[in-house]
């Protein structure tokens, strides 16, 4: 799977940005910065891609804003071909892994993207004579090993069980009592 290798790249202090989180919203987000001319560097704490995640709706409101992020649109013609057409709906039902994954090849286009993989954050401080953030990332595996990444801005998207929120204080997320049930019959 060429999606784990890691790209390794000299991160420019006065355009930098860190997305804490390799999902959908991260990488997509990530997509979106680089496209307005900065570097990001993506933290994502698992140390390969796997195959998991659910299926969900993918309507044509997101087609329209994921087409104004992939740089091919036959890229994103084949990650929709992927989907399930819900007829009379113009939506599709996707897995979340393929758009994962048409997300990833895109990522790879884009040569001031730079993803970490298997790191977490350790810690952030806003360096304000400086208008910088200071990110400590560390290795999950070897919390021996740290780097220091300097950004402009810090974006938390690393999901539900969020570290970054965690580091903020903020409240943890709550259950919202509704659950969804997605799928299709065939």
């Not at 390969?48 to 409101?61: C, D, E, M, V």
């Amino acid at each position: 799977n060429n999606h784990s290798k890691q790209k390794i790249m000299v991160a420019a202090t006065e355009n930098n940005i860190v997305i804490v989180g390799g999902g959908l919203a991260g990488l997509a987000c990530s997509l979106g910065i680089a496209k307005i001319g900065f570097h990001v560097d993506i933290i994502e704490s698992r140390a390969t891609w796997l195959q998991k995640g659910s299926a969900f709706g993918l309507a044509a409101n997101a087609r329209k804003a994921l087409k104004e992020l992939f740089h091919d649109p036959g890229s994103m013609d084949k990650m929709i071909s992927k989907g399930i057409l819900v007829q009379g709906m113009d939506s599709y039902l996707m897995v979340w892994g393929n758009v994962r994954d048409g997300l990833l090849e895109e990522v790879a286009k884009c040569p001031n993207i730079s993803i970490h993989m298997g790191k977490t954050i350790s810690s952030f401080d806003d360096v304000s004579n400086k208008s910088k953030i200071e990110v400590v990332v560390k290795d999950v595996e070897d919390e021996t090993k740290v780097e220091k990444l300097d950004a402009v801005l810090l974006i938390a998207a690393d999901g539900v069980y969020s570290s970054t929120r965690t580091m903020l204080d903020l409240e943890s997320s709550k259950f919202a009592t509704v659950t969804k049930w997605r799928g299709a019959l065939t």
